[in-house]
């Protein structure tokens, strides 16, 4: 059982940055591979990130490639993303997941709760 609580969302201007962190629970962090997924209003949830259970592959959604950085730490169980040159499409309730393997597809077996984006133009 993992659990999982985002942080670090909000408002920012257009070309403005945000980090969010996600920490988990237990001691097992560094067997899962983490993901951030996002979710606006009126659309369906979509893949952001993802990080390998070591770090040393990360994958990325086209539109946040080279804006949008995905990074862990096994020592404080913890996941981040780092998001800069943030655009209005970027608004959306941002989601921490894990499983075992990482993926672009929705089905991971943990989530967290959620944290805010919003981002004004």
């Known amino acids: 059982q993992v659990q999982l609580v985002e942080s670090g969302g909000g408002l920012v201007q257009a070309g403005g940055s945000l980090r969010l962190s996600c920490a988990a629970s237990g001691r097992t962090f560094s067997r899962y591979a983490m993901g951030w997924f996002r979710q606006a209003p009126g659309k369906e949830r979509e893949f952001v990130a993802a990080?390998?259970?070591?770090?040393?592959?990360?994958y990325y959604q086209d539109s946040v490639k080279g804006r949008f950085t995905i990074s862990r730490d096994n020592a404080k169980n913890t996941v981040y993303l780092q998001m800069n040159s943030l655009k209005p499409e970027d608004t959306a309730v941002y989601y921490c997941?894990?499983?075992?393997?990482?993926?672009?597809?929705?089905?991971?077996?943990?989530w967290g709760q959620g944290t805010q984006v919003t981002v004004s133009s």
């Open positions: 990080i390998s259970r070591s770090g040393e592959r990360t």
């Open positions: 997941a894990a499983d075992i393997f990482p993926r672009v597809t929705t089905d991971y077996a943990y």
